[in-house]
């Protein structure tokens, strides 16, 4: 995948942003960070909630 950039030790958290008419979702994971673009806003907080849920986090992170 050209989307996945790996890191180093990160703690891992969901983040959301909305820019340039679009949501982005970004999960960063303690070895990659991947981010995924959606249309709706709706559909971004929805794949970002699951993303928390798999990742056992509290709370997603809008930025």
Sequence with gaps: MSNVVPIRKALPRVEVV???????VR???TDQE??????????????AEGQRIRLYLDE????
């Design 18 to 24: 909305g820019a340039s008419g679009e949501w982005v």
């Design 60 to 63: 997603v992170v809008r930025l």
């Design 27 to 29: 999960i960063i994971e």
């Design 34 to 47: 991947i981010t995924r673009s959606f249309g709706l806003e709706s559909f971004a907080l929805s794949f």
